[in-house]
């Protein structure tokens, strides 16, 4: 069975109360060496997060950009470099995932929406762990055998329902090397479509051969 977030998100989280105050959530990042918190509110549901990038603003006087946005911007602007608590800070609302969903999912819902994390939240929407794109990135170092198990027991002798003695298969440093005759172009395909989308697996490498035309 492929990894989910639940397998790989890192619990418990370190998250922040609405109303803690700014040198809490400065000392908070530092101690814990996170670059965000999520913030929660009283029942305990993400509420948004905060990040070294909000607190900046305090530090920073950005050039003001030209055109119709700049009288927004600014009051943006001013209303973060004045915040004081974790509530006034955060970026809200808060792109979050469920615990079942697969890497695949996070992978493509960080790099979607530019994102570095995601707040992990369960069914009744409370706060049950935080996944990286280190953590995501975790799925390839799989060992080889384990991939190679994978390819050759379940990817093509129960998925496939080929012979797996009938094929070639070499895995090294997560790359997989596959070679054998199948009966048509499509049934090859399919397999180096399958093998390449399984877990861990960097690359492959086809060496199949099927009957022309």
Do not use: N
Not at 78 to 86: E, G
Not at 138 to 167: C, T, Y
Not at 170 to 197: E, F, K, N, P, Y
């Amino acid at each position: 069975m492929s990894a989910s977030v639940r397998d790989v998100m890192t619990t418990p989280v370190i998250a922040l109360r609405k109303d803690a105050d700014f040198k809490a959530i400065v000392s908070a990042l530092r101690q814990h060496r996170v670059s965000a918190c999520p913030v929660i509110d009283d029942d305990d549901k993400v509420i948004g997060i905060v990040s070294e990038a909000d607190l900046l603003t305090k530090e920073t006087d950005p050039r003001l950009p030209a055109g119709t946005i700049r009288l927004s911007w600014r009051l943006a602007e001013q209303s973060k470099a004045t915040a004081i608590t974790a509530e006034q800070l955060m970026t809200s609302p808060v792109i979050s995932i469920g615990p079942g969903a697969s890497l695949h999912e996070a992978a493509c819902l960080m790099e979607s929406t530019q994102i570095k994390r995601l707040p992990v939240i369960g069914q009744d929407g409370r706060l049950i762990g935080i996944v990286t794109r280190s953590d995501v990135l975790s799925v390839f170092e799989r060992p080889d055998d384990d991939i190679w198990d994978e390819v050759a027991k379940v990817i093509i002798d129960e998925e496939f329902a080929l012979d797996p003695d009938a094929f070639d298969v070499t895995v090294r440093s997560g790359v997989v090397t596959i070679g054998g005759q199948v009966d048509r172009r499509d049934t090859a395909l399919g397999l180096l479509a399958r093998v390449r989308h399984a877990e861990g697996v960097v690359a492959v490498r086809d060496r199949l051969s099927y009957p022309s035309g």
